[in-house]
């Protein structure tokens, strides 16, 4: 049954630089704001209300901004947004989320009179591209406790690997706790199931004062259909999606909009600034694509003005994945030719198109500028990653007679060429002793 009140929203200004999501002014008034135009009512509830359908209607301005200011004690507090009476959904901008049984939505949680992460990494400046070492890791796969403190406890083991910067899979909160995190749902909050927001923020600065940087796996080609910004308006009403459609059948964000781009701008200043982040990988940039002003070009542009050294990663997989470095300002791209060509003399076979022996493949792939990169700074060399099966399995597959032992020293003979290939090099977590997990 709808609970539409017949009142009439009150159209008003917001107050002068009021954020979208809920935030502590400071002064023990939270705001509250969720852009949505075209909606007839937005109302608050939360556990400050009673949950009440009918208790706390926002005012909306022109631009379609909805919002209001309460007075709320210390402490933690849940809320959602209800649309036009009937619709309830989390915060897009929400920061800390709590999963209830009885709600389809979690409920979004504002710490009131909270104090601030108190940072200890001044000083630190992260490497420059072509002298690091990346490592990529799964924060629920990388320590038995499957934590951002699991990690911090292991941070120690990867400096002593020589290990330079931490490429974290996706933490963004996703639906239930084990993903890969390339569903995600909340684009600013950190995935309950491996800790807090300060629990990042101690990772983050714990690997600084150990020298490491830390870049962040990002999903912007798409959102979850559960996803807050899936659920304000139907599929072809969405301000926010485009009708491409992708591989996966996640709604698929329309980078060229401006909706968009506001709520990508937003996200990638709130991770560089608020967690001291030192760039990002963007995934599937393919689906993605740029014209010089919307889509990648101008995602890696709006990272810059946050944070203008910001490490810029793309994973392109076209036949030509310097062209993202070329033609947008990221720095660099997943080289993954490297990957197929030197797969294919690991197992002495052929591998998706790429044969055992073809040593002009060989050479071209371990220049940086063999497939159209610029200096060495720009190709980033991998054999091993979350998209593969390890080397070890793949070699024993095709090469059984050469048993476990002959396995190990193929994977090995790939981390001596990974090692003196021209690029930046990246291992997958467990590579470098000789995980053989399949991948799941």
Known sequence: MSQTSAQRPRVAPAPEHTPHGAHDRGDGTVSFALWAPWKKSVHLIGDFN??????????????????????????????????????????????????????????????????????????????????????????????????????????????GLGVDAIELMPVQEFPGDRSWGYNPAYFFAVESAYGAPDDLKRLVDAAHQRGIGVILDVVFNHVTGDSPVSLLYPYDQNPYFSTDGNPWGFPDLNHWSDATKRFIRDVQDYWLTEFHIDGFRY?????????????????????????????????????????????????????????????????????????????????????????????????????????????????????????????????????ILLFTAQGVPMLYSGQEFGARAPKT
């Open 283 to 415: 995934d599937y940039v393919e689906g993605i694509r740029y014209d010089a002003v919307n889509g990648m070009s101008f995602i890696s542009w709006a990272a810059r003005q946050s944070k203008p050294h910001a490490y810029l990663i793309a994973e392109d997989i076209v036949q030509d994945p310097a062209a993202a470095v070329r033609d947008t300002e990221v720095d660099c791209s997943w080289h993954w030719q490297f990957n197929k060509v030197v797969r294919a003399q690991l197992i002495e076979g052929e591998y998706q198109g790429n044969h055992y022996g073809d040593l002009d493949a060989v050479w071209r792939v371990v220049r940086f500028d063999g497939d159209g990169y610029g200096d060495n700074a720009q190709p980033v060399n991998y054999i091993e990653s979350h998209d593969e099966e390890r080397v070890f399995r793949d070699v024993l597959e095709c090469n059984p007679a050469g048993g476990e032992a002959g396995a190990t020293r193929k994977s090995m003979l790939g981390a």
């Open 50 to 159: 009673g949950w009440d359908f009918q208790a706390d209607p926002l005012a909306v301005d022109e631009s379609g901004l909805w919002w209001i200011e309460k007075r709320l004690d210390p402490g933690t507090h849940a809320y959602q947004f209800v649309i036009d009476g009937e619709t309830v959904i989390g915060d897009p901008y929400a920061r800390r989320l709590r999963w209830v049984p009885e709600s389809a939505q979690p409920h979004c949680l504002v710490e009131v009179g909270a104090a601030p992460y108190e940072w200890g990494d001044a000083g630190f400046g992260i490497k420059p591209l072509n002298q690091l070492v990346i490592y990529e890791l799964h924060v629920g796969d990388f320590s038995p406790e499957g934590t951002f403190a699991g990690v911090i406890d292991r941070l120690d083991y990867l400096a």
